[in-house]
């Protein structure tokens, strides 16, 4: 198990540590599957990974993404929507085909159906090289919420109080915040070849370090990352 943990000195630091660390991934192969996150956090890195690509430092016209999830019924056209969040925060401004870059599909009739075909394209562009996570407050990662058992596979799932709140900032009122969304399962996670896990601020700092050195429970959905054989942390105050 190796767990290497990085604390720089602001938000940028972070973002440019991020970015680098997603680039080298890259650079060394240039075909990577990459698994993405959203939120502020990866706003940063995001922008500087922009632009890196701009000074011609990363190419990736052969990269594969896989996002961590997708808000039920909220479509790609929706400003709230993850899809619209990564074109407008990294595909738009990087030389990926948007056919590479791969969300659930928050408007299915049938999010049943939908979470198994996530699944099964997971399963034929996987394992994810290196995996991107943020973490909630609350410890869960992409849409794993706290609970009484971990989920491995791709699945729907009723958002917690907690994150329905901290996610109301983005909209205009807490109850235009979708209450359900698409994520990909633990087993998606923790079958990634690498980890990069970021956070900033004061109070990611706490549950960083619950999930990190407290007890591994599905009650801190990233305390699993514990057992990770290939983690990097990397936290700004
Ligand atoms: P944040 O969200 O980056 O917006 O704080 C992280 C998360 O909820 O996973």
Do not use: W
Request: charged share 20%.
């Amino acid at each position: 198990m190796k767990m290497n943990f990085i604390k720089v000195k602001d938000y940028n630091a972070l973002s440019v540590h991020a970015a680098e660390i997603i680039c080298a991934q890259v650079n060394s192969k240039p075909n990577s599957v990459l698994g993405l996150a959203t939120g502020s956090t990866p706003i940063g890195a995001y922008e500087q990974i922009r632009e890196m690509y701009k000074r011609g430092e990363v190419d990736f016209s052969a990269v594969k993404t896989i996002n961590l999830d997708e808000y039920v019924g909220l479509s790609p056209e929706n400003a709230q929507s993850y899809r619209y969040f990564m074109n407008n925060q990294l595909f738009n401004g990087i030389n990926i085909a948007k056919e590479n870059t791969h969300l659930p599909d928050g408007m299915s009739n049938t999010v049943d159906d939908e979470c198994a075909r996530y699944e099964r394209l997971i399963d034929s562009l996987g394992p994810i090289d290196l995996q991107l996570l943020g973490i909630g407050n609350n410890g869960h990662i992409g849409f794993n919420e706290p609970g009484d058992f971990f989920i491995k596979e791709c699945h729907c799932t009723q958002l917690a109080a907690k994150t329905i709140e901290a996610n109301s900032r983005f909209f205009d009122t807490i109850d235009e915040v979708p209450k359900k969304a698409i994520t990909v399962g633990m087993g998606t996670v923790m079958a990634a070849k690498k980890v990069l896990l970021i956070a900033a601020g004061k109070e990611k700092a706490e549950i960083i370090n619950k999930a990190l050195t407290g007890k591994i429970t599905p009650q801190v959905p990233a305390s699993i990352l514990q057992f990770h054989a290939d983690l990097t942390v990397v936290v700004s105050p």
